[in-house]
């Protein structure tokens, strides 16, 4: 445990998530809260979000406050507001998905004393600038429990969303070589599948897959199409490694962050190579097996989460309060799109609310007179009621 008080500024309660890592939370800090600055925004506004915050921050005497955003909410919290919270604690961004959206939320990573994030090159682009960066596996792994009895049925299976880049292609390239692969999530030939499911099918398959290509959304790679060329390693091989099952994952530079192919993981950088690694770990099962274990084994020395936040946590609080402080900076045409995103969203949040005057004020903002702010707003709006009519 580390003997501190924690306040997570989160823009969501009910991601699952961010349910689970604030768990991990409550048993790491010796007090610790976690506040939707989201809800409390769309349902207050900016000023009474910002006294809540303050209040909430004074009412446990929090030493360390962490904060996260969606790409929906970069708005909600200014820089400025983030920035002026340091003379009261230790402030630390916690990003997740930083391999696609590090551009915007950079400009709030420099009000804090720290960052911790999944994007190690944005990690070292920090520390250029001078501000203490950690990269961090943020993933939590699925329960164990006793599958000692589980054949290993499945040859080759995928769970995850199909509908991102490259992986279509990669299952048909084996199938089209005699290998069978089965697929579940998101856009897969076998459908969604429940968690207890997908645990079940980890320990039924030979060789689970994971996939590292991103899918920015377009309006990020209209700024910065090279987006798309980062990996990103995603959760599956920690929770693999974390229950003991063997990985092959598809290679990016990431990936050796983490693990060593050959040793804690499988990898394959193309189609006919993952032909030839798909073969080459059936016919040996002593080598797949000494693989998950020698993963298991990492898992529990280095890369549990508990783990990870408690080494990286303590030696913030060391070390952070000696960072300076910088003016902090922001502009550049995604930022302002950003901020257009999240306040379209909260027009249309005021307006279903019936207040016309918070409706307003969330037109009439510094980026106003921009056309990046009024195309994001637009978008914003748009995204919006295209969710709310696929639930409905």
Known sequence: MIAANAIWLIPGLEHPVFNQCAAVFSELFARFEALDYRAAYLAEGQRSLEKRIVSAMDGIDAGLLIYTQFPSSYSYISPHFLASLRRRCVVVGLGWDDEMYFEQAKFFYQSCNAVVT???????????????????????????????????????SFVGDMTKPGRRKYVAHLESHGISVKDYGTGSRNGRVSDSDVLALFFRTKINLNFTRTNPPGWVLRHDPLRARFGQIKSRPFELAAVSR??????????????????????????????????????????????AASAHKRYKSELAPEIQFERIFSQILADSRDVAAHPVSVGGILFIESMGRSRGIAFLHALHRGSLLRALGEILTTWSGSFSYWRGFLAGIKDALITRFRRA
Request: aromatic share 10%; proline share 6%; net charge negative.
């Open 118 to 156: 999944t994007d190690i090159a944005g990690a070292e682009w920090l520390k250029q600038i001078g501000i203490p960066a950690h990269a961090a596996a943020l993933q939590l792994a699925p329960l164990a429990r006793n599958t000692s009895a589980v054949p290993e049925d499945i040859p080759v």
């Open 246 to 291: 063997f990985c092959l994952c598809e290679w990016a530079p990431c990936v050796e962050y983490w693990f060593d192919d050959g040793t804690t993981i499988g990898t394959f950088r193309n189609l006919d190579d993952l032909v030839h690694q798909v073969q080459r770990y059936l016919r040996d099962d002593d080598l797949r097996l000494r693989i």
